[in-house]
């Protein structure tokens, strides 16, 4: 999964130092996490959980949910470490 992490960072660099930098489309990273097995969709019958509103959304299921194949903690420490890696062994605002 660290492969996969360090390959949607280097894709969203890629994409902000393009000749034309700005921001990052948002359906382009989806399709680009999901490629690399980073988000996966899931068919739901009900909310997953009390803040979830893909019924609200999308109304009456079944609908497909997108989820996160990494927990939120090692996500956190993989995006450490590819800021600390991209500047140099320092985190920014650490």
């Not at 902000?16 to 990273?29: F, H, K, T, V, Y």
């Not at 993989?78 to 600390?84: I, N, P, R, T, Y």
Request: charged residues 30%; aromatic residues 4%; proline residues 6%.
């Amino acid at each position: 999964m660290s492969r996969a992490l360090a390959e949607f960072g280097r894709w969203c660099l890629d994409r902000m130092r393009s000749p034309a930098p700005g921001d990052i489309d948002g359906g382009e990273a989806q399709e680009e996490a999901e490629r690399l097995g980073l988000l996966v969709r899931v068919t739901c019958t009900e909310p997953c959980g009390e803040q979830c509103t893909c019924a609200e959304y999308h109304g009456e299921g079944p609908w497909e949910c997108l989820r996160p194949a990494i927990a939120d903690d090692d996500l956190d420490e993989a995006v450490d470490a590819a800021a600390a890696e991209e500047c140099h062994g320092e985190v920014p605002g650490a």
